[in-house]
């Protein structure tokens, strides 16, 4: 699925549907891609471990965040609709997590 702005939740949460929260748009023109996976799981399966499976990287919240912190649409983040014209360098970030702090080369 393509989504422009960061901010927005890329799927709606069970709570959201019990509150009645309309689905979040998603932007098929979007500046960036994410993957949207849809698992029905047996009794003492877990999301973590199939997706650990899949893609062969470490599942650990830190790693985790790490990634999440460090992929490119975090430049975005509060800056509002994100416009493919704006600069990077233009756009104010905070980088506070370092790859050493989770193993990462």
Do not use: W
């Not at 979007?30 to 799981?41: D, E, N, V, Y």
């Not at 790490?66 to 014209?85: C, H, I, P």
Request: proline residues 5%; hydrophobic residues 35%; aromatic residues 4%.
């Amino acid at each position: 699925m393509r989504y422009t702005d960061p901010d927005i939740p890329l799927a709606q949460s069970d709570e959201d549907k019990l509150l009645g929260i309309e689905p979040p748009q998603i932007d098929e023109e979007g500046r960036f891609l994410a993957l949207q996976i849809r698992l029905q799981l047996g009794t003492a399966c877990y999301a973590t471990m199939a997706l650990r499976e899949v893609t062969k990287i470490d599942t650990s919240s830190h790693v985790q965040t790490f990634m999440t912190s460090n992929s490119e649409d975090q430049l975005y983040r509060g800056v509002g609709k994100v416009d493919a014209g704006i600069p990077v360098e233009n756009v104010d970030i905070e980088d506070n997590v370092e790859m050493e702090a989770v193993g990462m080369e």
